[in-house]
């Protein structure tokens, strides 16, 4: 399984950016795909994720302004972050969850990570 994740950079607040995680490895039907991000001192969050059924979860943070997807024939799932915020600084990173719950929200539920894209956004 592999993960690797393009599409990070620098924009203003409330600007927008897309994510793209290339998968390798695994089926979307078997395994369930999130997005996490990390700040300099701060714990790794989850951010959203796409599910093996194709529902999806958002934290709060997220609702309204991020929204994940895949292409099944591109074998991608993106990230798309609108009304981008300071806040939203960070290292983002795609994940891929397998044999956990139907629903996995927690890092520790993922089993395969990539090694991450820098999202920066200044006031």
């Known amino acids: 399984v592999q993960l690797v994740e393009s599409g990070g950079g620098s924009v203003q607040a409330g600007g927008s950016l897309r994510l793209s995680c290339a998968t390798s490895?695994?089926?979307?039907?078997?395994?369930?795909t999130g997005w996490f991000r990390q700040a300099p001192g701060k714990e790794r969050e989850w951010v959203a994720a796409i599910y093996t059924g194709g529902c999806t979860g958002y934290a709060d943070y997220g609702q309204g302004r991020f929204t994940i997807s895949r292409d099944n024939a591109k074998n991608t799932v993106y990230l798309q972050m609108n009304s981008l915020k300071p806040e939203d600084t960070a290292m983002y990173y795609c994940?891929?969850?397998?044999?956990?719950?139907?629903?996995?929200?927690?890092?520790?539920?993922?089993?395969?990570w990539g090694q991450g894209t820098q999202v920066t956004v200044s006031s």
């Open positions: 490895g695994y089926t979307y039907s078997c395994y369930s």
């Open positions: 994940a891929a969850s397998y044999g956990g719950s139907w629903y996995p929200l927690a890092a520790n539920e993922y089993n395969y």
